[in-house]
């Protein structure tokens, strides 16, 4: 619980004066809102007591004044502040928070969570924050600070009564306490099966494509029906359960005020209270009890968005797994010299957000890559090759740093990747994916991407000379608004080769000192394969480029090539010389399919 309002007021920080802003309006207000049925009580004490009418008439006018004050001027004030600061910054400062974290954790992180997870556990936790700051700002403080000053007001009306009060709210305190004690583990659980039918319902959406052209969409309706049905059956036992056991909670509420009555009513028949200040007394504990009875729905919605927001903070305590030194090597250039050396690597087991990290010492874990050796000298051109699995992407996974060896050294220009500006390195690097991913917004943003933002000012002429060399002056001229033509989701308005030719441009664009082509051709027909062979010929002078083929015609003029089979390099030299020494490669060339 402490870690857990820690984590809130770090998260809340900058807004703590602001919050303490609202805090003295609501006093006001609750202050102001006390005197009211004081003039109240006056009045009738008057009435008995037989006073002029004009008396009466001046509490009375006495009270419509401090009501006024506090309608029309506190009260707006305080609305004012909170709707112009608290309800709109807060969300953003919390959404931008969370966004500049999520984007620390490394590319491996990301690949080993579900997105739709992720996506679902920050949506709701971040919705969940904004609920609970306004629940308690708007519901819990005024409530709280109505308790504390009507409790003080009621003890110095009349001590004893003001004691079976405050009597009757402790208890209610702790009958609070034992609920929420009571639920934690089955909200807990609750919020995870939450959490599943959302991340299936993502998963859906993401690949609605399989979906229709296997004609499954009744059955992945039903399973999601299923799967929500589990979901709101847990629900309604939860919350029946919880509703009926508050219920007998806020029976204390009518106890309370049958034992003020009863006090009270003994006191103005003995004369030591008058009607009026019983009347008083009356309307203050009702005050005070009366927004502790509505207690019971604030309170399910607040357990409900502490379990939402539980989640979400340990996501944001993953701690990103790829370390930045404090000084790193930043070097003027990169000159694309790479060294694997004795590299060994396994990848980290898949868990859930919330779940225990796994002992690093987990012997179950097979090698993915295990003494990887080899050095790529500056401006090669080198390939990777093996069957399906072998390790080849990984083994650029690694020289991306999306993860960090167990064991041995990736090495850049001289210097260990650990000890190198990270960004600065990825700025040095361009990447044509296996699926080139696409953003859903015009053709120039996605290959401008990687320029942090200074898309707008690259030339027209520097666009020509890119669009000439990923071959995508093929295209372009005939798409609707040309470089600004809008692409669509993933690129779905380009065909498979346009959108490797994108993704092609988009790593030039950063002039890159080593580019990076994992399996860049596969899925091309023969014309555009070969338009694209033209292309990384012309590209690849002037710096290092590695690529993991799947066709002969690729890799036949590398300077190196490299055969990857179960994780180790089993064959290193030109194509000629493997053709001679190595028996995984001939067989891979004589199948000539894809296996490269
Ligand atoms: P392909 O040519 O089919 O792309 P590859 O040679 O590039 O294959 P890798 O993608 O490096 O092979 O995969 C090597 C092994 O690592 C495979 O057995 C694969 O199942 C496993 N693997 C790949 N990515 C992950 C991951 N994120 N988590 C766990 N295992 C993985």
Redesign the pocket.
Known sequence: MKKFLARFAEFYRPFLKLFAVVTLFTCGVQFLGLLSPYFYGKIIDALIGGKAYKEVLTLAAMSLGIFLLNNSVVGCFSDLFDSKNVRYDTPKYVAKKTLSQVVKYSLGQH??QNSGATQDVIKKGEHSMGAITGLVLYYLLPVALQIVLFAGALLYLEWSLGLIVLGGLALHLGANIYLNFKFKDSLQNLEKKRSDVSKFYSEILRNIGVVKVNAQEERVVDEYDEQSQEVCRTEKDLWIKYMWLASWRDNIIGLTIFAVIAVGAFYVHKKLLSVGQLVVFLFWTNRALGSIGQLGNVQRQLMSAAASVKNFFAFLEIEPDIKIMDNPVRPGKFFGEIEFKNVSFS?PK?ISIGEEKPEASDTSKRE?ISGVSFKIKAGQKAAFV??????????IKLLLRAYDPDEGQVIVDGNDLRIIDHKHFMNSVGVVE?DITLFDNTLRYNITFPLNGRGRFVSFEEMARIAELSRINEFYPILECGFDTIIGERGIKLSGGQRKRVGIARALIKNPSILIFD?ATSDLDAMNDAMIQDSIKEIGAGRTMII?AHRLSTIKDADVIFV?SG?KIVGEGKHHELMKICPEYQILVHKQVKVF
Do not use: M, P
Request: net charge positive.
């Open positions: 690949i080993g990848y898949r993915t093996g069957l399906s699995g072998s390790g080849k992407s990984t083994i296996q399996e993991i990857v994780g």
